[in-house]
C-alpha cells in the first residue's frame, strides 16, 4: 500500500501566529484521532481553527486521495504570518497610536496508507446473467 499526502491550506485567521503555534506545537507529529482528543480539551481559542484545519485536511484525504482515515497522521503542522492590518486607536490630546491586526495562515499535511481497491463487480453480472436465463427458461416451459 502506498503513502498519500494530503495538505489544507487555511489563510487568514484572525489571530497572532504565535498564539496559532503554541496550539499547533501540542498537535505536531500525532495522528489526527489524537489530535482531535487534546484539541477538545485545549482551552485556547485557536485550537477551533487549528481543529478545523485538521478536518479539512482529513476529509480532503478520504474524499479526494482516497486514504484510509484510521492510518492518518499529522505530517506537518506549520503556522506562518499572514497580512496585517494597519489600525490607529484613539489617544490623549487628539493623537491617534498606530497598531497592527495580525493574521496567520495554518497549513496541515496528513500522510495516510491508500485503501485497497475493490476488484470490478465481474460476479454480480453472471448472477444476473443466470438469472434471467432462468427466467426465459420457465417462461418457454409455460408457454
Same mark, same amino acid.
Given at each position: 500500500?502506498?503513502?498519500?499526502?494530503?495538505?489544507?491550506?487555511?489563510?487568514?485567521?484572525?489571530?497572532?501566529?504565535?498564539?496559532?503555534?503554541?496550539?499547533?506545537?501540542?498537535?505536531?507529529?500525532?495522528?489526527?484521532?489524537?489530535?482531535?482528543?487534546?484539541?477538545?480539551?485545549?482551552?485556547?481559542?485557536?485550537?477551533?481553527?487549528?481543529?478545523?484545519?485538521?478536518?479539512?485536511?482529513?476529509?480532503?484525504?478520504?474524499?479526494?486521495?482516497?486514504?484510509?482515515?484510521?492510518?492518518?497522521?499529522?505530517?506537518?503542522?506549520?503556522?506562518?504570518?499572514?497580512?496585517?492590518?494597519?489600525?490607529?486607536?484613539?489617544?490623549?490630546?487628539?493623537?491617534?497610536?498606530?497598531?497592527?491586526?495580525?493574521?496567520?495562515?495554518?497549513?496541515?499535511?496528513?500522510?495516510?496508507?491508500?485503501?485497497? #481497491? %475493490?476488484?470490478?463487480?465481474? /460476479?454480480? +453480472? &453472471? @448472477?444476473?446473467?443466470?438469472?434471467? #436465463? %432462468?427466467?426465459?427458461?420457465? /417462461?418457454? +416451459? &409455460? @408457454?
Amino acid at each position: 500500500m502506498a503513502v498519500k499526502t494530503t495538505r489544507a491550506y487555511i489563510k487568514g485567521v484572525d489571530q497572532a501566529p504565535r498564539k496559532v503555534s503554541i496550539v499547533a506545537a501540542l498537535v505536531r507529529g500525532r495522528t489526527v484521532a489524537d489530535a482531535m482528543v487534546i484539541l477538545d480539551h485545549t482551552p485556547r481559542r485557536s485550537a477551533l481553527v487549528v481543529k478545523k484545519a485538521i478536518q479539512s485536511a482529513a476529509a480532503n484525504a478520504k474524499n479526494n486521495d482516497n486514504v484510509d482515515p484510521k492510518t492518518l497522521v499529522l505530517k506537518t503542522v506549520s503556522v506562518t504570518a499572514g497580512t496585517r492590518l494597519k489600525r490607529f486607536k484613539p489617544h490623549m490630546r487628539g493623537m491617534a497610536l498606530p497598531f497592527q491586526k495580525k493574521t496567520s495562515n495554518i497549513l496541515i499535511e496528513v500522510a495516510g496508507e491508500e485503501k485497497a #481497491k %475493490k476488484a470490478p463487480a465481474k /460476479k454480480a +453480472e &453472471t @448472477k444476473v446473467k443466470t438469472a434471467t #436465463k %432462468k427466467q426465459e427458461s420457465t /417462461k418457454k +416451459e &409455460t @408457454k
